[in-house]
């Protein structure tokens, strides 16, 4: 018997709710929790504690400083975020302390089961103990789960949350257990939380079950106590969009306008690089596999269906993240029978060497910009010299006379560079910061009467139009991301009320 088609226990029938059998083959009665390899644990345990080795390297990426500035204000939602990873941030931050080390636990955490979900994911799909360790470490040696495993961004609890849906999904479909409709249910209701984005996978998947089936798992009731269960879950969410104007769907055509040309021209080499060529391919046959599976074959229409609807929406390459996944895990059920798999190994662990360089912080910083590391990874260049947008702002707010610098304010273009001066605000002596991007302009202007505002990032040009007298105060330098080069302005009495004013300063991105 070969390891494609090997079985640890468990009847090669699919069993629904009532105790009837289904055919197709594929699938698995015992619970995957109890058959686990103990391979795919070490292999979780070691991705977490190396995770956890380099978290402190280089510093704060740009997105965790916003992240831990929202968390501050805990609300049931913001203006480009849903709330969830907020209030990761606030809650690491008050457990295990302010640091970067403290932000960046639980990401390693959520990589760990992220290994063991797509190995579960292998597993479901008929995969022997030879497919769940090729699942487990081809998911702990690719970029995009290495990403979201060293820094705090919402892609992160994203891939954990949808590898386990897609966990639930599978077993309804294999299996046609409605009981996983509720579990199905609720992680969606959570999955709101983080990323609307959940829907895509949804909207994809129950497309192809409506084109390809099967269908009877529609008529199942559970399927309706799910849906109201993440109904009522993200109900909360839901509230605070339908309140807001919808801030979402501004926020999905301010990043369409923004970023969508770019995002579809990278966005189907990204589908190779997300994980690695030597997964990219583990994927294609995973697509064939579930392609051949009536009762997955919705899976397979998904993938290509939601590439189409990211592309038209301009979305970025990384939404298709957790399809991949999926992809990967079948695909690995076929890779553990190839007869060429000592190559195979082979072409993973140079896969492996190359993830670990391009996605953690191995490369020194003080050479990183002049690699091609930082061109191919936008999380390490934007977390080298973050601390340094703080230090060389508070050069210009000491050079100020003593009476202007005690009513002087910041004003940051963006929101990386706001949560730079908010977290080193007191080692630095700085004053309050205010921003007009996304959910910062909520936050409203500077107090009336304010008449002194160090500007890190606006265009002195535009600030020329709306204060009386603007100088330069220097730009700042020695960092690899887009805070490189941009004017510090040291600026004097608005022509207008901040209230008036605030309006213009507003931008989302």
């Not at 008929?126 to 487990?136: D, E, K, P, V, W």
């Not at 990043?255 to 990219?280: C, H, K, M, Y």
């Not at 936050?443 to 500007?455: A, I």
């Not at 991301?481 to 901040?498: L, N």
Request: proline share 7%; with cysteine; charged share 15%.
């Amino acid at each position: 018997m070969t390891a494609d088609n090997e079985v640890t226990g468990g009847a090669p029938t699919a069993h629904d709710g009532a105790g009837g059998a289904h055919p197709g083959g594929d699938v698995h009665t015992g619970s995957p929790l109890t058959r686990q390899p103990r391979a795919v644990v070490a292999i979780a345990a070691a991705t977490v504690a190396v995770l956890l080795a380099v978290s402190p390297w280089y510093g704060y990426h740009r997105d965790e400083l916003y992240f831990r500035m929202l968390g501050e204000r805990p609300r049931l939602g913001y203006f480009d975020t849903p709330p969830l990873t907020p209030m990761i941030a606030r809650m690491s931050t008050a457990i295990f302390g302010d640091t970067v080390v403290a932000l960046r636990i639980v990401p390693a955490l959520c990589a760990g089961a992220l290994v063991v979900l797509v190995a579960l994911a292998a597993r479901e799909l008929s995969g022997g103990r030879a497919a769940q360790i090729l699942a487990a470490a081809g998911t702990a040696t690719s970029v995009l789960p290495l990403l979201a495993g060293h820094s705090l961004l919402t892609l992160t609890p994203d891939l954990v949350l949808w590898s386990a849906i897609t966990l639930c999904l599978l077993r309804v479909l294999l299996r046609g257990d409605g009981r996983y409709w509720l579990w199905t249910g609720a992680l969606c209701g959570i999955a709101a939380y983080n990323r609307d984005l959940i829907v895509v996978l949804l909207g994809c998947v129950g497309l192809g079950v409506l084109v390809a089936g099967p269908r009877e798992v529609l008529r199942d009731r559970r399927l309706w106590a799910g849906a109201l269960l993440a109904l009522v879950i993200a109900s909360p969410n839901l509230l605070y969009q339908m309140t807001h104007d919808w801030p979402q769907f501004q926020m999905a055509d301010a990043l369409r306008i923004d970023e969508g040309a770019d995002n579809r021209v990278s966005f189907l080499p990204l589908q190779i690089v997300l994980l690695g060529p030597v997964q990219a391919v583990i994927c294609v046959a995973g697509w064939l596999r579930l392609w051949r599976n009536r009762r997955v074959r919705s899976l397979a229409i998904a993938y290509p269906v939601a590439c189409a609807l990211i592309l038209y929406t301009g979305g970025r390459p990384d939404y298709a993240g957790g399809f991949l996944l999926y992809l990967f895990a079948a695909g690995c059920v076929s890779a553990a029978g190839w007869r060429w798999r000592r190559a195979l190994i082979t072409a993973l662990a140079v896969n492996a060497v190359v993830a670990v360089v391009v996605a953690l912080p191995v490369v020194p910083a003080a050479s990183l910009g002049g690699t091609p590391v930082a061109a191919m990874n936008e999380v390490a260049r934007e977390s080298v010299g973050m601390r340094d947008v703080a230090a060389q702002t508070a050069q210009a707010v000491n050079a100020l006379p003593a009476a202007e610098r005690a009513g002087a304010v910041l004003l940051a273009a963006n929101y990386g560079e706001a949560g730079a001066l908010h977290r080193w605000a007191g080692e630095f002596g700085l004053p309050a910061v205010y921003s007009g991007h996304n959910e910062l302009w909520w936050w409203g202007p500077p107090p009336e009467g304010t008449r002194v505002v160090v500007s890190v990032g606006y265009p002195p040009a535009g600030l020329a139009t709306v204060f009386a007298r603007c100088a330069p105060a220097g730009t700042l330098s020695g960092m690899p991301g887009e805070e490189q080069g941009v004017p510090i302005t040291v600026c004097h009495d608005p022509v207008q009320p901040w209230r008036e004013l605030w309006p213009r300063v507003r931008h989302y991105s």
